[in-house]
């Protein structure tokens, strides 16, 4: 399950007033059954045979039943180990993503999606029940209540929605990168100089020291995509204009990374709001900045599809072909737009299995 399949479930379950619950497998990995032959050497502490004892452990091994976690089959076995389970309980697999698994009966339904051993559960209140109640008595599980924690994201439920933030996320990062105590700004970056000599964004100079390994830039990078890829659009542009120096960065772009912290510092609680109620209607927005990276000719895409008027997907990212006039720019941003519709943002397929 990705994290525009997860906002989209969001958003379902507050406009239709359905309820979240979130379990965990223990162990998830040890349900799964190896398909191909798999040995391992002698693990410490384990205790040998009775005709085995009189042999070195380093001439033995033992050979593997269940996937234990490391194997990097272990993922693939659990899945169909869970699925297969899922099937036949008459849960039908969605066709467009493969980690969500929905039920229908005459009172309701239930959608369960799968991230590794987490499984939330989104539907009426007598269906979870139900599948509450058959998971425990498949797998051993934990129930960890209503949906508040999941992917690195918060989850809270309001009488007249569902907010989902990252704030205990984004303080972190902040302390982490010792950006905690400093100044809050109002925008994510400066405004940038028609003037290319000007721009502060431009790439590193002949005249300018790239910076070294013991500025930590790709790990701020990192912590800031996760964030704008989750709950925070509006630091998307900003991260992904820094992300193209991440092979050579200057103090310009340091800046620039410290700049959105600063940003954030004042924006901790900011985060996506899925009212209760709301129509379940998908509208799209695309735009391209043409010359957006004026050094290498190439123009921004940017798209965002909201559900309910928040959004559940978007992008912010350079484009790949060279763009000779705004009105070409504009049309490779409606096509990566039209990708996306068309993906699994928003297809009739849930709507149509739940309805």
């Avoid at 399950?1 to 989209?8: E, H, L, Q, V």
């Avoid at 991230?115 to 960890?144: C, P, S, W």
């Avoid at 009488?159 to 902040?174: A, E």
């Avoid at 100044?183 to 721009?199: G, H, I």
């Amino acid at each position: 399950m990705d994290a525009i399949t997860f906002r989209f479930l969001m958003s379902l379950a507050a406009s239709q007033n359905l309820e979240m619950y979130l379990m965990d497998v223990v162990t998830a990995y040890l349900y799964g059954s190896l398909e191909n032959e798999i040995y391992m050497k002698i693990p410490e502490g384990l205790k040998m045979p009775e005709d085995l004892k009189s042999k070195a452990k380093e001439i033995c091994s033992v050979r593997l039943q269940r996937s234990l976690y490391g194997l990097k089959q272990s993922g693939r076995m659990w899945y169909n180990r869970l699925s297969e389970y899922l099937l036949s309980k008459d849960y039908v697999n969605n066709a467009i993503c493969p980690c969500v698994f929905i039920k229908k009966s005459s009172s309701g339904f239930v959608i369960i999606a799968v991230y590794v051993d987490d499984l939330n559960m989104i539907g009426t209140q007598k269906e979870i029940d139900d599948a509450r109640t058959h998971m425990k008595e498949e797998f051993e599980m934990k129930d960890l209540g209503k949906t508040k924690f999941c992917l690195g994201l918060q989850i809270e439920h309001f009488q007249d929605g569902i907010f989902v933030h990252q704030s205990n996320y984004t303080k972190r990062v902040l302390k982490r990168f010792y950006m905690d105590k400093a100044t809050p700004l109002s925008t994510p970056m400066v405004n940038r100089s028609l003037d290319v000599e000007k721009d502060p964004f431009r790439p590193c100079e002949d005249n300018e020291e790239v910076l070294g390994p013991e500025v930590p830039y790709m790990s701020a990078i990192g912590g800031l995509m996760y964030l704008a890829n989750c709950t925070r659009p509006d630091i998307a542009f900003a991260t992904n204009l820094l992300a193209r120096y991440s092979s050579s960065p200057t103090r310009r772009h340091w800046n620039g990374i410290k700049h959105i912290f600063r940003y954030l510092q004042g924006s901790i609680d900011l985060g996506l709001f899925y009212p209760k109620n709301s129509k379940c209607v998908l509208v799209g927005f695309a735009d391209a900045g043409y010359l957006s990276d004026p050094h290498k000719a190439r123009s921004q895409t940017g798209y965002v599809f909201t559900i309910g008027g928040t959004a559940v997907s978007w992008r912010s990212q350079k484009q790949t072909l060279v763009a000779t006039s705004s009105n070409y720019a504009e049309t490779i941003a409606l096509h990566e737009a039209c990708r996306e519709c068309v993906a699994p943002v928003y297809d009739s397929t849930y709507k149509n299995q739940v309805e």
